[in-house]
Nanobody, 126 residues
Framework: QVQLMESGGGLVQDGGSLSLSCVAS??????????MGWFRQPPGKEREFVAT????????SYAHFVKGRFTIARDNAKNTMSLQMNGLKSEDTAVYYC?????????????????WGQGTQVTVAS
C-alpha cells in the first residue's frame, strides 16, 4: 500500500516562504514511474490543483495563481517531492495534499491521482 506523508506546513506571515515535503513509501513500482502533484483545499472550498511533476521530473505544470511563486521538485533517489512556496499570500491558506498517480505523465485533476497523503496545514497571516 503506497503511503504519502507531507511535512513542512505551518504559520507564516504574508510575503513569507515555506517548503513542503512529501515522502513516498511502499511503492510497488519505481517512484520514477509515478507522476506527483500538490493540491490544496482552502477553508470552505473544493480541493484545487497547485502543481504537478512528471515521473522523470522533466515536465512540470502550475496553477496560474502560483506560477512564478511556487516551485515543485522531486528526488527519485530518495522517493521525495517538494514544493517551495515564496511570496505567500493570505489566499494561499489551505490544507496542502501530496498525491501520486500510477503513471509517469503529469495530471491536473484530483481524479487522475491514485494515492493521497493526509495533508498539511499552511496558514498565511496578513
Amino acid at each position: 500500500q503506497v503511503q504519502l506523508m507531507e511535512s513542512g506546513g505551518g504559520l507564516v506571515q504574508d510575503g513569507g516562504s515555506l517548503s513542503l515535503s512529501c515522502v513516498a513509501s511502499a511503492f510497488g513500482r519505481t517512484f520514477s514511474g509515478s507522476a506527483m502533484g500538490w493540491f490544496r483545499q482552502p477553508p470552505g472550498k473544493e480541493r484545487e490543483f497547485v502543481a504537478t511533476i512528471s515521473g522523470s521530473g522533466l515536465t512540470t505544470s502550475y496553477a496560474h495563481f502560483v506560477k512564478g511563486r511556487f516551485t515543485i521538485a522531486r528526488d527519485n533517489a530518495k522517493n521525495t517531492m517538494s514544493l517551495q512556496m515564496n511570496g505567500l499570500k493570505s489566499e494561499d491558506t489551505a490544507v496542502y495534499y501530496c498525491a501520486a498517480r500510477d503513471r509517469p505523465e503529469t495530471g491536473l485533476e484530483p481524479p487522475e491521482y491514485d494515492y493521497w497523503g493526509q495533508g498539511t496545514q499552511v496558514t498565511v497571516a496578513s
